[in-house]
C-alpha cells in the first residue's frame, strides 16, 4: 500500500536560514503529491502540490520538486521566518482524486528570531 | 459556506458514552475524508465517501466507530462506547478533484 516518511521533528532554525524537510513515498501508480501545513491553533492548509515527475511546486517561498526516480518530494525554502512555525506534512494520493490521501506523520519547524 | 465546518469543536464526554461529530463540506464537492488526529501519531485515515460509491471505511480502527454520508453532502462520524483512546481531533476533509480542503476538527475528549 501506500506510504510517506517524512524526517522527525522538531526541526530547530534561526530566522533567515535554509530549510530542508525531507519526505519520501511508496505508492503504486502515479501519485499526486502535497505539502500541507498547520499553523498554531489553525487546521490544515494545502500548501503545494505537484502531479507528476519533475514538477515543482511552490508557494510562499517554499517549493518541492516529485523526483520519481528517487521516490521523494523534499520541502525547501531559502530564507525561513519565525512567521513559518508550523506542523509540515508530506502527502500522496493515488489516482487523481478517486483514492484516500496518505499522510506523513508531519514535521513541526520552530524558527526562532 | 465557503470552506468545510465541523461541529462541535470541542467536545468531553463519559467513557462509555457515545458520540456524534458533523461535518458539513464544501458544496459540490464529491470527496469526503475523516482522519484522526492523536500526539504523536500524525494523521490517521478513518472513512473515505466518493460520490455515490460504497465508501471505504478500512481505516476504521474497531467496529464502534461507524459514519454515513446522507444526500451526498453531511457527513456524521459515530463512535460507540467511547473509550479514553478515542481521545484526539477529528477531522473532515473534503474534495472535488485532488485537492483536500479541512475543517478545524473536532477535538474529542474522553473522561
Known amino acids: 500500500g501506500n506510504s510517506v516518511t517524512q524526517m522527525e521533528g522538531p526541526v530547530t532554525l534561526s530566522e533567515e536560514a535554509f530549510l530542508t524537510i525531507n519526505c519520501t513515498y511508496t505508492?503504486?501508480?502515479?501519485?499526486?503529491l502535497f505539502w500541507y501545513v498547520q499553523y498554531p491553533g489553525e487546521g490544515l492548509q494545502l500548501l503545494l502540490k505537484?502531479?507528476?515527475?519533475?514538477d515543482k511546486g511552490s508557494n510562499k517561498g517554499f517549493e518541492a520538486t516529485y523526483r520519481k526516480e528517487t521516490t521523494s518530494f523534499h520541502l525547501e525554502k531559502g530564507s525561513v521566518q519565525v512567521s513559518d512555525s508550523a506542523v509540515y506534512f508530506c502527502?500522496?494520493?493515488?489516482?487523481?482524486?478517486?483514492?484516500?490521501?496518505?499522510f506523513g506523520k508531519g514535521t513541526m519547524l520552530l524558527v526562532s528570531p | 459556506g465557503a470552506g468545510v465546518s465541523q461541529s462541535p469543536s470541542n467536545k468531553v464526554t463519559e467513557k462509555g458514552k457515545d458520540v456524534e461529530l458533523r461535518c458539513d463540506p464544501i458544496?459540490?464537492?464529491?470527496?469526503l475524508y475523516w482522519y484522526r488526529q492523536s500526539l504523536g501519531q500524525g494523521l490517521e485515515f478513518l472513512i473515505y465517501f466518493q460520490g455515490n460509491s460504497a465508501p471505504d471505511k478500512s481505516g476504521l480502527p474497531s467496529d464502534r466507530f461507524s459514519a454515513e454520508r446522507t444526500g451526498g453532502s453531511v457527513s456524521t462520524l459515530t463512535i460507540q462506547r467511547t473509550q479514553q483512546e478515542d481521545s484526539a481531533v477529528y477531522l473532515c476533509?473534503?474534495?472535488?478533484?485532488?485537492?483536500?480542503?479541512f475543517g478545524q476538527g473536532t477535538r474529542l475528549t474522553v473522561v
Open positions: 505508492a503504486t501508480g502515479y501519485p499526486s
Open positions: 502527502a500522496l494520493s493515488g489516482q487523481k482524486g478517486y483514492s484516500t490521501l496518505t
Open positions: 476533509a473534503s474534495s472535488l478533484v485532488e485537492v483536500a480542503f
Open positions: 505537484a502531479t507528476k515527475a519533475d
Open positions: 458544496s459540490g464537492h464529491t470527496a
